[in-house]
């Protein structure tokens, strides 16, 4: 019902020149400003939380800020939609879910309305995999059934294929800068939509506030599932507790109470993070914690994960990705996204001949690992283009219990080959010669149990939850079905080139 132009993530401007000059942070000032005269029997001290979108809006309150803001609490905000969040991870396009949200979300209005419009157009499925695949290349979703541009963020989304003015413009995280408002940042570690934004903007803050009062929690949860009435488990996982209510009446409660009313010690830890694979609530008074053991995970040619660098002077193995038979995202179909694909027993994809695993061997005790977790994997294609997708593996021993011998997935993140290096200017590879891919994936806070092994799987493809690569260096929005073309992937394990996998351990 609001009136006004709504801009997608509306960028923030540091120097307001005229009072024509708005942005989310003014925007909040001026509703702030609004409240205090227009509500009786306040005590003059405002709160502010959100999640998702909203979670954005919460943290743009912060730069320029009411004086009365004296608590924010952004949960899941969007932060950075090409490098993390929603839009883009690493320059590699989700598909799936940007489509089906922008179909209501993206409606084009007229003027105030009660609720999301009528969508832009009238479509159902049962197979997200196979829908996808039959649209076709991105350039499809713009014909007279579909979008047919009609909806200009989906006209955004497609113009803007590099990290450029648009994206950077979006990105709260630069003026995150002296904040002195208490904040406490949440998410949820099998959060499909903005993990990235809730470690990241915990991190700005951090980084570029000097003695802020800044908490972060990080729970067993999907997106937003922390305000839900009841949270105790979650596909393979039972945590043994209702940990939504637990958060709500232990750490987001007393937060504000503190805060606005001085009401009662706030104890809490600079982070409380909980522990998946031992269903354990962990303090630190920082994150990630100081005390890890950086612990490298090499690939090997046998298929292993061995903890020194290869001796060999030329070692890979390959597989032909083929955009006609990309990797699917999940074992499971249906018209929208499988959320547990986050925790998804990986077996449906170890059998594949596009997708390469290695492995540890079973673990002789205990290994929590937390942080974030750093990919280097040295590759080449026959192409000009790639994407790689690296999958951090729970594998269960065979002979456990319950989930025996299932392949649980802890962390996976894509990247579009071609901002290897640089996601403002992207670069082709040069074919059949090997290219480091750098990258970081988003958090962990995982323990591996004893008898577990770790396992690594690479990819190419993710389907239908990022768009497919042609493997060739063009622009993929208006890239034609004949620019799809199969590529040989290889992924490299020699002394030259050590792909490897990085966690943090604590010690």
Same mark, same amino acid.
């Given at each position: 019902?609001?009136?006004?132009?709504?801009?997608?993530?509306?960028?923030?401007?540091?120097?307001?020149?005229?009072?024509?000059?708005?942005?989310?942070?003014?925007?909040?000032?001026?509703?702030?400003?609004?409240?205090?005269?227009?509500?009786?029997?306040?005590?003059?001290?405002?709160?502010?939380?959100?999640?998702?979108?909203?979670?954005?809006?919460?943290?743009?309150?912060?730069?320029?800020?009411?004086?009365?803001?004296?608590?924010?609490?952004?949960?899941?905000?969007?932060?950075?939609?090409?490098?993390?969040?929603?839009?883009?991870?690493?320059?590699?396009?989700?598909?799936?879910?940007?489509?089906?949200?922008?179909?209501?979300?993206?409606?084009?209005?007229?003027?105030?309305?009660?609720?999301?419009?009528?969508?832009?157009?009238?479509?159902?499925? @049962?197979?997200?995999?196979?829908?996808?695949?039959?649209?076709?290349?991105?350039?499809?979703?713009?014909?007279?059934?579909?979008?047919?541009?009609?909806?200009?963020?989906?006209?955004?989304?497609?113009?803007?294929?590099?990290?450029?003015?648009?994206?950077?413009?979006?990105?709260?995280?630069?003026?995150?800068?002296?904040?002195?408002?208490?904040?406490?940042?949440?998410?949820?570690?099998?959060?499909?939509?903005?993990?990235?934004?809730?470690?990241?903007?915990?991190?700005?803050?951090?980084?570029?506030?000097?003695?802020?009062?800044?908490?972060?929690?990080?729970?067993?949860?999907?997106?937003?599932?922390?305000?839900?009435?009841?949270?105790?488990?979650?596909?393979?996982?039972?945590?043994?507790?209702?940990?939504?209510?637990?958060?709500?009446?232990?750490?987001?409660?007393?937060?504000?109470?503190?805060?606005?009313?001085?009401?009662?010690?706030?104890?809490?830890?600079?982070?409380?993070?909980?522990?998946?694979?031992?269903?354990?609530?962990?303090?630190?008074?920082?994150?990630?914690?100081?005390?890890?053991?950086?612990?490298?995970?090499?690939?090997?040619?046998?298929?292993?994960?061995?903890?020194?660098?290869?001796?060999?002077?030329?070692?890979?193995?390959?597989?032909?990705?083929?955009?006609?038979?990309?990797?699917?995202?999940?074992?499971?179909?249906?018209?929208?996204?499988?959320?547990?694909?986050?925790?998804?027993?990986?077996?449906?994809?170890?059998?594949?001949?596009?997708?390469?695993?290695?492995?540890?061997?079973?673990?002789?005790?205990?290994?929590?690992?937390?942080?974030?977790?750093?990919?280097?994997?040295?590759?080449?294609?026959?192409?000009?283009?790639? @994407?790689?997708v690296v999958k951090v593996i729970d594998e269960v021993p065979k002979d456990a219990g319950e989930n025996?011998?299932?392949?649980?997935?802890?962390?996976?993140?894509?990247?579009?080959?071609?901002?290897?290096?640089?996601?403002?200017?992207?670069?082709?590879?040069?074919?059949?010669?090997?290219?480091?891919?750098?990258?970081?994936?988003?958090?962990?806070?995982?323990?591996?149990?004893?008898?577990?092994?770790?396992?690594?799987?690479?990819?190419?493809?993710?389907?239908?939850?990022?768009?497919?690569?042609?493997?060739?260096?063009?622009?993929?929005?208006?890239?034609?079905?004949?620019?799809?073309?199969?590529?040989?992937?290889?992924?490299?394990?020699?002394?030259?080139?050590?792909?490897?996998?990085?966690?943090?351990?604590?010690?």
């Open positions: 019902m609001s009136e006004g132009v709504h801009l997608e993530v509306t960028p923030h401007l540091q120097m307001k020149t005229s009072g024509q000059m708005v942005d989310e942070s003014s925007d909040t000032y001026d509703t702030i400003e609004f409240l205090l005269k227009m509500l009786k029997y306040h005590n003059g001290r405002v709160g502010l939380r959100g999640i998702s979108y909203p979670g954005f809006y919460a943290s743009a309150a912060l730069p320029q800020a009411h004086p009365a803001l004296k608590a924010v609490s952004p949960q899941a905000p969007v932060t950075d939609e090409f490098i993390g969040d929603d839009v883009n991870h690493n320059g590699a396009f989700f598909l799936m879910d940007n489509f089906l949200f922008m179909n209501y979300f993206g409606a084009p209005r007229s003027g105030p309305v009660m609720d999301y419009t009528k969508p832009v157009f009238d479509t159902t499925f @049962d197979d997200a995999y196979r829908f996808f695949l039959e649209l076709g290349p991105l350039s499809n979703t713009q014909t007279k059934s579909l979008f047919d541009h009609k909806s200009y963020i989906w006209d955004e989304y497609l113009a803007h294929d590099t990290y450029d003015d648009y994206w950077q413009a979006r990105n709260i995280r630069p003026f995150l800068k002296n904040i002195t408002i208490p904040t406490l940042v949440v998410g949820g570690w099998f959060d499909a939509e903005d993990c990235f934004g809730t470690l990241k903007t915990y991190q700005a803050i951090e980084t570029q506030s000097s003695g802020n009062s800044n908490f972060l929690v990080v729970g067993p949860w999907t997106h937003g599932a922390w305000a839900s009435k009841e949270w105790s488990h979650w596909g393979p996982y039972r945590f043994d507790q209702n940990t939504s209510i637990y958060f709500q009446d232990s750490i987001e409660t007393p937060f504000f109470d503190h805060f606005l009313k001085d009401k009662g010690r706030y104890g809490m830890p600079e982070a409380k993070v909980f522990e998946t694979g031992s269903n354990l609530w962990k303090s630190y008074n920082h994150w990630p914690p100081m005390e890890l053991n950086q612990k490298s995970y090499y690939l090997t040619k046998e298929g292993t994960l061995s903890g020194v660098k290869s001796k060999k002077n030329k070692a890979y193995q390959s597989y032909i990705s083929d955009p006609t038979h990309p990797v699917p995202y999940s074992s499971k179909t249906d018209e929208h996204r499988n959320n547990l694909y986050m925790v998804e027993d990986q077996r449906f994809a170890s059998s594949r001949p596009d997708v390469l695993s290695w492995t540890s061997e079973p673990l002789d005790r205990n290994m929590l690992c937390s942080g974030p977790v750093s990919a280097e994997i040295w590759v080449s294609t026959s192409g000009t283009d790639m @994407d790689l025996a011998g299932a392949q649980l997935l802890v962390r996976a993140e894509v990247i579009r080959g071609k901002f290897r290096n640089d996601y403002v200017h992207p670069e082709p590879f040069k074919p059949n010669i090997a290219s480091l891919i750098k990258y970081t994936l988003p958090d962990i806070n995982h323990l591996f149990k004893k008898g577990h092994k770790v396992m690594i799987q690479v990819q190419s493809s993710w389907f239908p939850l990022v768009d497919r690569n042609p493997h060739q260096f063009i622009n993929i929005p208006t890239a034609q079905a004949s620019d799809y073309k199969k590529a040989e992937i290889r992924i490299y394990s020699d002394k030259k080139h050590p792909s490897k996998i990085e966690m943090g351990e604590v010690k």
